[in-house]
């Protein structure tokens, strides 16, 4: 009787090791990519996509995202790239904020400092709410739900676009209402490269 159980028990373990291998793995997310499918998603990237078009005056973001819906995957590359752009703006942003308060030597109130960072952010957070998409493409991906399932996935790849030297306008624009401001500005070679590339770039900005 016990040698029978054994055997039972036995012929029990290897039905189930034997069924767990056969399903795909699935992700705690939901849809995982099929195995081996991650060399597939990085070949069939956009060569657009792998190497965006560098223009001087313009930042370029990037955005991917995945979905069980076209729509919701556009949306997911939305939210992607629009963080991209967001990121790279603070980086110049800050740099100016650390080189406007290095050229004055902090001869001024710190409400001037202040007033510089909260206009570069109201900015940035403007033409950024304005970008402009430059490229787009929607693939869809073999995939399994987490029952194991087949089904399929569609993936965005999004490029989009910010103009330099639109916000640039507009920072100063809004700089000249502050007057303190201004003057603290006027005073830096951060103020004379500014007008140097508005000048140059005029037309691109239609003035």
Do not use: H
């Amino acid at each position: 009787m016990k040698k029978i159980k054994s055997i039972i028990i036995l012929f029990l373990t290897t039905l189930i090791l034997f069924s767990c291998a056969d399903k795909p793995r699935t992700g705690p997310g939901g849809p995982t990519l099929v195995p081996g499918a991650s060399k597939e998603v990085l070949a069939q990237e956009p060569g657009w996509y792998k190497n965006p078009p560098k223009e001087e005056g313009f930042i370029v973001g990037k955005g991917e995202g995945t979905s069980a819906s076209k729509r919701g995957s556009r949306a997911k590359a939305k939210n992607d790239l629009i963080n991209d752009l967001q990121q790279k703006s603070k980086v110049i942003s800050e740099g100016r904020n650390e080189d406007f308060i290095k050229e004055t030597g902090g001869d001024y109130d710190s409400e001037v400092y202040q007033q510089f960072e909260q206009i570069q952010t109201t900015v940035w957070n403007g033409v950024i709410e304005n970008w402009t998409e430059k490229n787009s493409q929607t693939v869809v991906e073999a995939s399994f739900d987490a029952q194991g399932n087949k089904k399929n996935i569609y993936r965005c790849y999004l490029l989009g676009e910010i103009n330099v030297f639109l916000a640039d306008q507009r920072l100063l624009e809004k700089m000249k209402k502050e007057k303190e401001l201004m003057t603290a500005f006027q005073a830096t070679q951060a103020y004379d490269k500014l007008q140097e590339d508005l000048e140059r770039y005029k037309d691109k900005l239609g003035m």
